[in-house]
């Protein structure tokens, strides 16, 4: 019994440093279909440099002028970010939304997958755990939710989420694939561009326990004169409660397949978008195709994740676009976020953008070596050196 118990104990111990070793380094993990689990049509790229939305020579692209070559370094990088990276945006979905936090979690997340078999799904249900009324909806214990999220045969995570581990806590961010692919309802294969149909992303955040960080989505303004207010000194805020409230009701009556991807505090949810910019360009729901690199396509992309995905990259534009001072922004942003690291006392009496200080500096740090490391390299830029500006600007 002796080398048993051993055996025992060293596998106990082994488990036990791999848990912190995870928790202090990071794990993040988001799917990525192989050749064989997609059904899309694939054909040689069309063009070999591109300048700012036009296709260009070797010879043009010459002398530094920053054309990009399209190589297969360039397009292995591409459809691993479109799979994989969320920019961070876990961070400010799991941390501030409490996307994880609310009825949606991880543990009845992963009992869906598991209820799967390996089988795949266009729309994922999700159990509730107990009884809740949100956005004036009710949902009643051992109900489903309706995610529409697209699951893939064999995955283990659905299509478009990346899950992380780090200080022990476990995170959701969502990458570009949530949204622009998704899964044949026969085969369970991955079809890459086309939109997320049935997307239930409104109810999604709605089920966050702060899903009021995204009030600029909705027609809701927190220092409407039908929201209550609070005031702190000089600083007058909405109830969180109320807010919360009205937000949800916004964000839950947004229709599936479709969201408010403009940040100008309307409640206009349009369909989303496919990524066949090639094929579609210029046109587009909104002519979001017609300006930018790659066929418009870049710009859909800083859409998402310079708009949507991270509400706090507003605050210095939010004087203008939603008549609140920066600090006011942050506050209503921060007064309720999941992760007590990042909620805004109003009682302490500093500044809410104090908050994140630490986080603004490591991202100015990184954006100086970023600089330095891109101002090396002279000529034409390559899929190395978006990779180099993916790797440090991750945690920005």
């Given at each position: 019994m002796r080398p048993f118990a051993l055996v025992i104990f060293l596998v106990l111990v082994a488990f036990v440093i791999a848990i912190a070793i995870t928790a202090a380094v990071g794990f993040r993990y988001a799917y990525e279909p192989s050749p064989s689990n997609v059904i899309s049509r694939i054909r040689a790229t069309p063009e070999?440099?591109?300048?700012?939305?036009?296709?260009?020579?070797?010879?043009?692209?010459?002398?530094?002028?920053?054309?990009?070559?399209?190589?297969?370094?360039?397009?292995?990088?591409?459809?691993?970010?479109?799979?994989?990276?969320?920019?961070?945006?876990?961070?400010?979905?799991?941390?501030?939304?409490?996307?994880?936090?609310?009825?949606?979690?991880?543990?009845?997340?992963?009992?869906?997958?598991?209820?799967?078999?390996?089988?795949?799904t266009t729309n994922l249900r999700v159990e509730v755990p107990e009884t809740v009324v949100v956005g004036g909806r009710k949902f009643e214990k051992g109900s489903y939710f309706d995610t529409g999220l697209d699951v893939p045969r064999g995955a283990i995570v659905p299509l478009g989420m990346a899950i992380s581990i780090s200080g022990w806590k476990i995170r959701a961010g969502i990458t570009c694939a949530a949204c622009h692919a998704t899964v044949d309802p026969e085969t369970k294969k991955v079809i890459e561009g086309a939109p997320n149909g049935d997307l239930n992303a409104g109810l999604l955040i709605a089920l966050g326990t702060n899903s009021a960080a995204y009030f600029m989505h909705t027609d809701?303004?927190?220092?409407?004169?039908?929201?209550?207010?609070?005031?702190?000194?000089?600083?007058?805020?909405?109830n969180t409660a109320a807010l919360e409230e009205a937000v949800d009701e916004a964000l839950i009556m947004c229709p599936r397949g479709n969201f408010d991807s403009l940040t100008d505090l309307k409640a206009d949810p349009t369909q989303n978008p496919v990524s066949f910019t090639w094929g579609n360009h210029p046109y587009g729901w909104s002519g979001n195709f017609m300006a930018g690199p790659f066929r418009g396509l870049s710009s859909q992309n800083n859409n998402v994740h310079a708009l949507n995905s991270d509400s706090l990259l507003l605050a210095d534009s939010s004087q203008t676009l939603f008549d609140m001072d920066k600090e006011t922004f942050l506050a209503v942003l921060l007064q309720n976020a999941a992760d007590k690291k990042y909620r805004y006392d109003p009682s302490s009496g500093k500044k809410p953008s104090k908050t994140a200080r630490k986080e603004a500096i490591k991202c100015r740090r990184l954006l100086a070596i970023l600089e330095r490391a891109l101002s090396a390299r002279r000529g034409r830029s390559s899929g190395k050196e978006y990779g180099i500006r993916t790797r440090l600007t991750r945690n920005c």
């Open positions: 070999t440099y591109n300048l700012w939305n036009r296709s260009v020579t070797q010879e043009e692209a010459k002398g530094g002028n920053g054309a990009v070559r399209i190589d297969e370094e360039t397009l292995r990088l591409g459809r691993e970010a479109f799979y994989k990276e969320t920019f961070n945006n876990e961070i400010f979905l799991s941390d501030i939304v409490g996307i994880l936090d609310g009825p949606l979690r991880i543990t009845n997340v992963t009992k869906a997958i598991l209820a799967l078999k390996g089988g795949g809701v303004h927190p220092l409407a004169a039908n929201i209550p207010k609070v005031v702190h000194g000089k600083l007058t805020l909405p």
